[in-house]
């Protein structure tokens, strides 16, 4: 079994509430929430308005179907949200 926690934190300009930054990040959880071997939830920075951090578990059988989806998360936020990435943070745990 192997399983890699990816951690990204993102900058959100000129959002002015937390009900706004949900709003923008909330496609994360639809996107990715339903994969199967796939966690996903909103981690740190929970009360600032311009700052987010949501973290990923990916696992499977196969460490090719756990960087697949790990890099489909990567890609698909740096190209669909109304956000920047800032980090990006990945570590094997299994």
């Known amino acids: 079994m192997h399983a890699t926690l990816l951690q990204i934190e993102f900058h959100l300009p000129s959002c002015r509430s937390l009900k706004e930054k949900r709003r ?11 994969i ?35 890099q ?6 740096a190209q669909t949200l109304d956000a920047t990435i800032v980090n990006i943070h990945r570590e094997s745990i299994a």
């Open 24 to 34: 923008r990040l909330a496609r994360l959880r639809d996107k990715f929430g339903r």
């Open 36 to 70: 199967t071997n796939l966690a996903v939830c909103e981690s740190g920075q929970n009360d600032m308005h311009d700052r987010a951090q949501w973290t990923f578990v990916a696992i499977a059988s196969s460490e090719k179907i756990v960087h697949k989806n790990v």
């Open 72 to 77: 489909e998360v990567c890609d698909w936020c």
